[in-house]
């Protein structure tokens, strides 16, 4: 047993090692939005859309945000009302009485489509029916943006002649909850997918992340719309690997996208993580039992380990946890939270897996994919 502890001690300080030094620089957190690219000589034309379902209580900011875009080309803004409860479509046909904003009253969605692909489907379509743009600008109800955002998302696109550009919006961390645990989703996601390595026109990996996404209309058209992915949990990633066969695409972080919905308890939380984890290991039990017994050899064991800091298991567990800890630094320093918060990583990561058990359990009682009202998870990946 002594054996194998120590064996388990030095497998996750090698894989820390690893993580560090050859995963993309994913802890680097090195890819961001916010640069000043030069301006196209010509300013394409762009239509936001936006899915909305029972968004009260954010629409007025997030879309009164979309108005106020300082974009030079032609601009507009269509917003589908996804059977909406809470009077969502009043409050945004208040917002605009010109022709730059329209809302639609979206059908209820067919089965096949998860609810906000739906939603998007028939907010590109008519967007296209009026006037076909270059490109289209996929961003959820919660996200609010800088006046200057689509300007730069617009910019570096022309520049680099991408056909998908995504940033990653700074979630709301304000809570005690939400410092707990949201800054940790963003690393763990970049971990899964580096975004230098995303952003990589030689490498196959491709992600997105949906709540701000620039995507040239004709590419997306030519990937097969957004119809190929209507069945889709995590729409983003999926849209995503369809873009990158089209041309290259780019992901990163920014501060120029905001979600302003908090996450006030880690129910909340929770139930975000839980709609898409257990899609993202393809409904599989197997790898689901994997990801569990690799998250407790890199989250449990250092800790675990650093108890017995007299033998060399102990020595192996304090240096896999500095190495965690030192990981999340960047990530941190990008949410302006106090750095010991990186000693907290192994207690984040064992609360996600929690969340990813639950997922898995959602699904197996035929509540998989669960978001606002909808179990949206396929019986079959």
């Not at 490109?135 to 730069?152: E, F, S, V």
């Not at 197997?286 to 800790?303: D, N, R």
């Not at 750095?339 to 359990?361: E, R």
């Amino acid at each position: 047993m002594t054996a194998f502890w120590l064996f388990l001690c030095i497998l996750s300080f090698a894989i820390w090692v690893y993580l560090l030094i050859a995963r993309g620089g994913f802890w680097l957190a090195r890819e961001r939005n916010d640069g000043n690219a030069p301006a196209p000589a010509v300013w394409p034309s762009v239509t936001a859309v936006v899915p909305a379902r029972d968004e009260a209580d954010v629409v007025a900011r997030t879309v009164g945000s979309l108005l106020k875009q300082d974009y030079p080309g032609p601009f507009r803004i269509v917003l589908v009302d996804d059977q909406s409860t809470d009077g969502t479509a009043r409050i945004a046909r208040s917002l605009d009485s010109g022709a730059r904003l329209a809302v639609v009253d979206g059908a209820p969605h067919p089965q096949g489509w998860t609810g906000k692909l739906w939603a998007v489907s028939q907010g590109v379509a008519h967007a296209n029916s009026i006037a076909p743009s270059d490109y289209l600008w996929l961003t959820d109800a919660d996200i609010a943006h800088t006046p200057d955002n689509l300007r730069r998302l617009v910019a570096r696109a022309e520049n680099s002649h991408l056909v998908l550009v995504s940033e990653m919006a700074k979630l709301h961390c304000r809570t005690l909850t939400e410092r707990f645990l949201i800054p940790a989703f963003v690393f763990f996601f970049d971990m899964l997918y580096p975004f230098a390595w995303v952003n990589d026109p030689r490498r196959n990996m491709a992600a997105a992340a949906g709540g701000s996404m620039l995507a040239r209309r004709d590419a997306l058209e030519a990937a097969g719309g957004i119809d190929a992915i209507r069945h889709e949990i995590i729409d983003d990633c999926a849209l995503a690997r369809l873009m990158k066969r089209q041309g290259g695409i780019w992901l990163g972080l920014t501060e120029m996208a905001e979600s302003i919905r908090p996450y006030t308890s880690m129910g909340e939380v929770r139930g975000m993580v839980a709609r898409s984890a257990y899609a993202q290991l393809q409904y599989s039990p197997i790898v689901l039992a994997g990801t569990v017994v690799g998250m407790f050899v890199l989250y449990a064991v250092p800790p675990l380990a650093t108890l017995d800091i007299e033998g060399p298991a102990g020595i192996a567990g304090a240096l896999a946890w500095l190495a965690m800890a030192v990981s999340f630094q960047p990530m941190l320093r990008f949410y302006r939270l106090s750095p010991l918060w990186g000693f907290a990583l192994p207690a984040i990561g064992l609360v996600y897996t929690a969340f990813t058990l639950d997922s898995a359990l959602q699904f197996w009682s035929g509540r998989g994919g669960m978001w606002k009202g909808r179990a949206q998870a396929m019986t079959k990946a």
